[in-house]
């Protein structure tokens, strides 16, 4: 009996969250997830304070081998939070501001801007 109404349940919570998934939850999960790495964050740190900047500009702030950067740049942009734009042989990455509105247009939709700090 307890199996069945188990069951029951998961199947309950699982059609539920079928209805209400909207295409841009799935959206902010993946910016969620590429912010939930340290050292993205770092990254996104650096990024807001010089506007755009190359990758060897990042390592030589951060002190972490090119290839570490680069991937982490790569699901940053993957996740639209930065933007880059090619310049002769290198790369220039910069905040997509735009993403992060839609962040915190999703925590405000959760009532998180009303929350006591």
């Not at 939850?25 to 650096?46: C, F, P």
């Not at 002190?63 to 570490?68: E, K, P």
């Amino acid at each position: 009996m307890k199996d069945s109404a188990l069951n029951k349940c998961a199947s309950s919570a699982h059609s539920l969250a079928d209805r209400s998934a909207k295409p841009l939850d799935d959206e902010v999960a993946r910016i969620y997830a590429a912010l939930g790495h340290s050292v993205r964050i770092v990254i996104l740190r650096q990024l807001i304070r010089e506007d755009a900047c190359c990758c060897k500009d990042i390592v030589d702030r951060i002190d972490l081998a090119q290839s570490t950067v680069s991937q982490h740049l790569k699901v940053l942009v993957q996740a639209g939070l930065v933007d880059y734009r090619t310049e002769g042989q290198s790369s220039r990455y910069s905040v997509n501001h735009a993403r992060f509105e839609l962040i915190r247009d999703h925590l405000t939709a959760f009532g998180i801007d009303r929350l006591p700090l």
